[in-house]
Structure formats: structure tokens, C-alpha cells
């Protein structure tokens, strides 16, 4: 008697925000897929408010091979694609899209390739000889065209061969990629690229030419805070990972808050007559400001706080400001009087002196993180 071998599973994870026009078709079309492998498909939803969970819900009560991991309080694309992956069963790991823009036929072409060429991973390309893009407009496509040329760049020649980091298309072998997975920054611009950054080209990885189509329902989430991330990633891949993430987000936002400053101190300066030394504790407080609104929005708004808690944010960010701004204050006249009478060069001093400070305290007192 001939014992019948066992499937290997495919998982096949789709993060979700407000795709519920989308999301019935890819189920739909995933079911159909002819396939050698035992399948699970997990929709991993983002709070959605058009119904998509209760939409998900539904396809998973009729069909146990559909789970659903609705996340409340938490929110991301990255950090919605890690959180699948690591739920996942599979063997095989496959992340698409749920705006309709990759045709799931594509999932059957990258098994047999991965199976065919042994490789980690497969990815779906959309600038390889043999794509065609749809879906989006020339403006955006020499964006993307240009987001992967400075990929490539701070990659340091890692996977240089390849010609899309930016994909949202692509299948691995979980035991392979999921030491790195799991030390992916959920706060990284996009999954994919986090991988291979992390991994430092000792994946073995392919492209596959895929057609990138055009979106029949809902709205791009491409939005300033995702470009936000995209510099971020690519400073922190530059330097090597050597800090964390989020100090680097700091950092550059406080680079926005020495401009504020500088510009600050000048036109007071210019307008009232009053000397450096006057109209320095009102920049230095108004920089303080801006930096807050300023890391709300972006460096920390997974936590961000709005309505009264804005406010209330605004004053505790100022009161735990307070000990860095007098020393601000204090070491930048000190500076000024006793080193160097530059005000340029003094006001430097006394920002990178306070940072440090700024960056833990208010990560912890203020956004509670």
C-alpha cells in the first residue's frame, strides 16, 4: 500500500486597508489557482473601515483555508506583512498586493520557478525586459524607476542584478528568510527592500517580468509619511543599521528644528533689534514646537496623538524639553561668551549636546514608546 506523500503548504499573505471592492475578486482567483501545494491565504486587515474584515470573515466561515488577522491598534504595511509571516504555516511564503494590481496567476509561475531554479526568492518585477506597467502614471513610474536606483546604492552591491526593491510581489522559503524577517523594522518603507538590507546578499534571489496593472477600486496609500519612510530607510541603510531607526527619524527631524531655529533667532533678531541672547530662548522653544508636530506626524505615528491628547502631548514634550532647552540655552551663550562668538556655530554646539536627552525621553514620557 502506497502512502500519499504530503502536501507542502503555500501561504499566501495579503495585508489589507480598506480593500473590500478588491478583496473578494483575489480570494475568488486564489481559490482557482492549480497548484501542487496545500493553501493558506492570510488577510491580515488594518482596522479597515469599508467592511473588509466582516467581507474576509465571511470567505473564512465557508472556507478554512482563508484566515483572518483583523489588528486593532497597530497599523502599517510592513508591520502587517511581518505579523502574516510570522503566523504563517508554509513552507512557502508568497506577499501580493490587495489592489488587484498583481494578477495571482503569478503565484503558480514563481512556485515552479523557485522549485525549477532553487533559489530563496522569487520576485515579481515590474522594470525586468518583459514587464509591462498599467497601473501607474509616467510621473510615478520614473519616481519608482528613481526610488530603486538609490535602493540600489545603499545596498553596497548587495543583489545589484535586481531591478525592482520596491515590489510588492514576491515568494521565499520560509526557513530560509525568517531569521531575517523577524529583525525586519516594521516601521521600514517597504518589506521587501528591509529584507534584502538585512540579509547583506546571502539570499539567492530572482526576477521573474510580471504586469503590473492598473487599479479598479480605491485609492493609492502612497502618501507623504510613505516617502518620509523611504528617505529614512535609505539613511539607515547608508550608515549601516549603526543606530536605531527611529533616532535617525529623530535625528532628522531635528535637523528640521535647527532650520526653524536659525531661522527663528535671525528674523527676531532682524525685527525687534533685540541681541542673540534675547531672542534665543524664543527659538529655541518654537523649534522645540515644531520638532514635536513634526515627529507626531511622522517618526511616531504609529502612536500619534490627536484631539486633546495632541495638547496635552505638546506640553509634556515641552516640559521634558525643558532641561535640554536650558541647557540649550545655557551652553549655547556660554559658548557664544566664553569660545566663540560665531552664533552660528554656538547654536550647533548646544542642539547636538541636548539630542540625545531629547530622543529617549520624549520617545518614552511622550509617545509611551
Known amino acids: 500500500m502506497k502512502i500519499k506523500a504530503k502536501k507542502k503548504i503555500i501561504s499566501i499573505v495579503i495585508p489589507t486597508f480598506n480593500e473590500q471592492k478588491n478583496i473578494s475578486r483575489i480570494i475568488n482567483q486564489l481559490l482557482k489557482l492549480d497548484i501542487n501545494y496545500e493553501m ?34 497597530r497599523s502599517g504595511l510592513s508591520s502587517a506583512i511581518k505579523e502574516g509571516c510570522l503566523c504563517a504555516s508554509g513552507e512557502v511564503i508568497a506577499i501580493m498586493d490587495a489592489d488587484g494590481q ?16 532553487k533559489v530563496d ?70 518589506f521587501f527592500y528591509e529584507l534584502l538590507a538585512l540579509s547583506k546578499g546571502k539570499l539567492k534571489v530572482i526576477e521573474i517580468p510580471l504586469v503590473f496593472k492598473k487599479r479598479i477600486y480605491g485609492n493609492s496609500k502612497l502618501d507623504l509619511p510613505v516617502v518620509w519612510d523611504f528617505l529614512i530607510s535609505l539613511i539607515h541603510s547608508f550608515i549601516r543599521r549603526v543606530i536605531p531607526r527611529r533616532a535617525v527619524s529623530f535625528a532628522l527631524v531635528g535637523s528640521t528644528g535647527v532650520v526653524v531655529q536659525l531661522l527663528t533667532i535671525y528674523f527676531l533678531m532682524f525685527v525687534t533689534g533685540f541681541d542673540f541672547e534675547k531672542v534665543l530662548p524664543v527659538g529655541v522653544v518654537i523649534a522645540a514646537s515644531s520638532n514635536f508636530t513634526v515627529n507626531n506626524f511622522f517618526t511616531f505615528r504609529s502612536n500619534k496623538l490627536s484631539g486633546k491628547r ?60
Open 40 to 73: 493558506e491565504i492570510i488577510i491580515v486587515d488594518d482596522n479597515s473601515i469599508d467592511g473588509t474584515s466582516a467581507l474576509v470573515r465571511q470567505f473564512a466561515q465557508i472556507d478554512r483555508r482563508i484566515r483572518l488577522i483583523s489588528r486593532m491598534g
Open 102 to 117: 498583481h494578477d495571482p496567476l503569478y503565484i503558480k509561475k514563481a512556485l515552479e520557478e523557485v522549485k525549477i531554479k
Open 121 to 190: 526568492i522569487l520576485v515579481g518585477s515590474r522594470f525586468i525586459k518583459g514587464s509591462k506597467i498599467r497601473g501607474l502614471s509616467k510621473r510615478r513610474e520614473r519616481s519608482s524607476s528613481f526610488a530603486n536606483s538609490l535602493a540600489r546604492l545603499s545596498l553596497y552591491g548587495f543583489y545589484s542584478h535586481l531591478t525592482d526593491y520596491m515590489s510588492g510581489f514576491f515568494v521565499f522559503k520560509r526557513d530560509v528568510c525568517i531569521k531575517y524577517i523577524e529583525k525586519i523594522d516594521v516601521n521600514g518603507f517597504k
Open 310 to 369: 495632541f495638547y496635552l502631548g505638546l506640553m509634556k514634550f515641552l516640559l521634558v524639553s525643558t532641561l535640554p532647552i536650558i541647557a540649550n540655552v545655557g551652553i549655547t551663550t556660554l559658548f557664544y561668551s566664553q569660545l566663540s562668538i560665531n552664533t552660528f556655530i554656538s547654536q550647533i554646539v548646544g542642539i547636538l549636546v541636548v539630542f540625545i536627552w531629547n530622543y529617549a525621553a520624549s520617545s518614552k514620557i511622550v509617545w509611551n514608546n
